[in-house]
């Protein structure tokens, strides 16, 4: 029985960048009997002294690091400043993220999203819920550019977005751009509407229209014409039109998690796997497929260690349903049941014993100094990659890694052909390769995990690349000041701290993993 088929997105999108590390196993592994994961039930942290959970406003709330490239930080209030960022990072209140040579996107609740440019640093003030479940969420722009987009909802998100003194609230819909250079900020406003107020007055600016704000004469903001579009407006309308092609199943059609959904759609599929229901799984896998055999153990003060996938995908499956294991060759599939889980999403132990041993276990609590992040790599890594003369190569074991988002339309078809054999290669088409490759923001995958590295938040810490080049679609018409380095052929996490490889069991654990239900 099929209950959700691969949907695809109206209209294509930007590729992504090779994601920052996974893995899974080469040897295919039969077991004698159905295994299921099961996790911790849990939706909020332990109350303790950072995090009060008896507030109206909880602070708990979580928001998807969801894509970065190149260098991008991100500091946690862990003590350790800024550190390297990765995909699928957890994103709480008081946190900031900073990017360099480098590009980001945050991915809300409802699918709305924001995206930073090179040289920019926002602020996260304040993520909430209410006891009602309404989000209020205000994100500081410190400095460079940002780009909002709100999902549409009858029931509107509490949404600020601030700016020197100013204060932008959004209108459902709204899509808008704001630039902070010096002492003057530059809002224009794509879809919708926004309203800047701040002591001076306010004013209210809708679509197509921009307006200008001088941050230190305290007067009431200009209404301006649109100029010419930013290098970045490509890259930002192709991930907008990207979250727009969002169809969700039955299962998640009045959820208020939704963000990373239409990853799933788009680099997997449900099936009946192997008479053992109905599960979703990657493209691109084989029946070894180890949803845990790579990823980060990340720190948070008010919860523990939260599990970091490092697949595109690799959030909803996280937090949410449960991992289970079919014997006969059908291997781990995901199956979305039960409620979301956000920082406590560590995967319980099954009743049966896992096989090839326990499944990654988080380390010890980090004291005097130790890394907050911490690598876990029990199998070597296979990234799908940009090849020779415009063409693509889709690894069989890659489950996604390295494979542009929205690019391409058919990876059903091309997965079956890529775990038959090993590898394809497809040549890409003037748009593909135009939506792809227009750009010549580059991004960066580590090959190997330095804890130094990233405690110090140093580019170092993303590792080199390695086997062949490419680049990856950004927006940006012409070369050199937006290089931000070379996709990767593989990568691997290596831990410097002992505690991760004896936390983490033996290669291959596998029972007893799942994203929380």
Not at 22 to 39: C, E, I, K, L
Not at 194 to 211: P, Q, R
Not at 445 to 453: D, F, K, L, R, V
Request: include cysteine.
């Amino acid at each position: 029985m099929r209950i959700a088929s691969r949907y695809l997105p109206a209209s294509l999108a930007i590729g992504l960048f090779v994601s920052d590390c996974a893995a899974q196993s080469a040897a295919p592994v039969v077991q004698p009997a159905a295994r299921t994961a099961t996790v911790i039930s849990t939706d909020v942290p332990d109350r303790n002294e950072d995090q009060a959970t008896t507030r109206s406003v909880s602070q708990i709330r979580i928001v998807r690091l969801s894509q970065v490239r190149g260098e991008v930080q991100l500091d946690r209030k862990t003590g350790q400043k800024f550190e390297a960022a990765f995909t699928n990072l957890p994103i709480v209140a008081g946190e900031q993220l900073r990017t360099q040579l480098g590009a980001a996107e945050v991915e809300f609740e409802d699918n709305s999203s924001l995206r930073i440019v090179p040289d920019s640093q926002i602020d996260f003030p304040q993520l909430g819920r209410s006891d009602s479940g309404a989000t209020t969420t205000t994100v500081r722009l410190v400095r460079g550019s940002m780009y909002v987009s709100l999902a549409s909802s009858k029931t509107p998100a509490d949404f600020t977005v601030r700016v020197g003194g100013e204060t932008l609230t959004l209108s459902p819909s709204s899509h808008f751009r704001i630039d902070l250079t010096d002492n003057t900020a530059k809002l224009t406003v794509f879809q919708g509407s926004v309203t800047a107020a701040s002591d001076s007055g306010s004013l209210i600016v809708t679509k197509h229209k921009a307006a200008s704000f001088d941050l230190t004469a305290g007067t009431v903001p200009t209404l301006a014409r649109m100029e010419e579009p930013s290098p970045f407006d490509a890259w930002d309308k192709n991930a907008v039109d990207y979250h727009k092609a969002l169809a969700v199943t039955a299962g998640y059609a009045n959820s208020p998690y939704s963000y990373g959904v239409n990853d799933l759609a788009y680099y997997g599929s449900f099936s009946d796997v192997g008479g053992c229901g109905t599960m979703w799984r990657p493209y691109l896998a084989t029946a070894s497929f180890d949803p845990y055999a790579s990823g980060i153990w990340s720190y948070y003060p008010a919860s523990g260690y939260s599990w970091v996938s490092p697949y595109p995908w690799g959030w909803t499956p996280y937090h949410s349903g449960s991992w289970n294991y079919c014997a006969g060759g059908g291997g781990w599939g995901w199956q979305p049941q039960g409620g979301w889980n956000g920082l406590q999403n560590q995967p319980a132990p099954s009743k049966i014993k896992a096989p090839g041993g326990l499944r990654p276990r988080p380390p010890a609590r980090p004291v005097g100094g130790q890394p907050t992040i911490i690598g876990v790599n029990l199998s070597k890594l296979q990234v799908s990659k940009p090849g020779s003369d415009g063409s693509f190569v889709f690894r069989g074991e890659s489950a996604g890694l390295g494979v542009p988002r929205g690019v391409f339309n058919n990876l059903n078809k091309i997965s079956q052909h890529a775990v038959e054999r090993g590898s394809v290669t497809r040549s890409l088409s003037e748009t593909q390769v135009e939506r792809s490759y227009a750009a010549t923001a580059t991004t960066t995958a580590p090959t190997s995990m330095n804890n130094a590295g990233i405690r110090q938040g140093s580019s170092a810490s993303l590792g080199r690349t390695s086997g062949g080049s490419g680049v990856t679609s950004l927006g940006r018409a012409s070369a050199g000041s937006t290089s931000m380095g070379a996709v990767h052929s593989s990568a691997s996490f290596s831990s410097a701290a002992p505690a991760a490889s004896s936390a983490s069991g033996s290669a291959g654990a596998s029972a007893g993993k799942g994203g929380p239900h």
